[in-house]
């Protein structure tokens, strides 16, 4: 499998427009993650779902943000409109929750994003 | 709502020197897991603890989870240069919402 798929890697956008980030899951695993990580913050917890469905929203910052997850195989988060505090790397992470390696995350390579 | 510490924030080592770092959440954690980053990568999953007071070991690495469930330690015996990145606790407080820890960033030095 080639694990976590994100993209884009690398994005700079000016304040106001929407950004889409996206995330393909390891096959199979039915928890999908959307982190942030910031040096002030660190890594946060923005949303997560299970089988598709959207169970923990409250990381959420504010409704510039939403994240849908239409089929088992992708996943995007969407902000609109961007603004500097937004500019982090933003992680997609997936997970099996049954077996020997349930719980455990598999983290993408990261999506910088830069607004500026 | 849910928070979890490390201390310390750095840690600068000479190469061949101990580590640790201390893991504390504000609420008790039905299980705890640890991750490493290197500089510009992504975190990597380590090991995961489930049980009261239980120690695991990895060649040079040593984790414990409290007796109460509520902290834990990560100890590097013999730092190599490898070593260098930041190491997160993260534990979920019952079910997979796995809150990650502040983080504590070890540099080795040569």
């Known amino acids: 499998d080639a694990g976590v798929i994100q993209s884009p890697r690398h994005e700079v956008t000016e304040m106001g427009q929407e950004v889409t980030l996206r995330c393909k899951p390891i096959?199979?695993?039915?928890?999908l993650f959307w982190y942030r990580q910031t040096m002030m913050r660190g890594l946060e917890l923005l949303i997560y779902f299970n089988n598709n469905v959207p169970i923990d929203d409250s990381g959420m910052p504010e409704d510039r943000f939403s994240a849908k997850m239409p089929n088992a195989s992708f996943s995007t988060l969407k902000i609109q409109p961007s603004e500097p505090r937004d500019s982090a790397v933003y992680f997609c992470a997936s997970s099996f929750s049954v077996g020997p390696w349930a719980n455990v995350l598999t983290f993408g390579a990261g999506s910088r994003l830069t607004v500026l | 709502g849910q928070q979890v510490m490390q201390i310390p924030q750095y840690q600068h080592v000479q190469e061949g020197e101990d580590f640790t770092t201390y893991c504390n959440s504000s609420t008790t954690l039905s299980n705890i897991q640890w991750y490493k980053q290197r500089p510009g990568g992504h975190p990597v999953f380590l090991i995961q603890l489930v049980k009261s007071g239980e120690v695991k070991k990895q060649k040079r690495l040593t984790f414990q989870f409290g007796e109460a469930k509520k902290n834990s330690s990560l100890h590097i015996t013999a730092t190599q240069t490898t070593d260098v990145g930041t190491y997160f606790c993260?534990?979920?407080?019952?079910?997979?919402?796995?809150?990650f820890g502040t983080g504590t960033r070890l540099k080795v030095l040569a």
């Open positions: 993260a534990g979920p407080p019952g079910t997979y919402k796995y809150i």
């Open positions: 096959s199979g695993h039915d928890y």
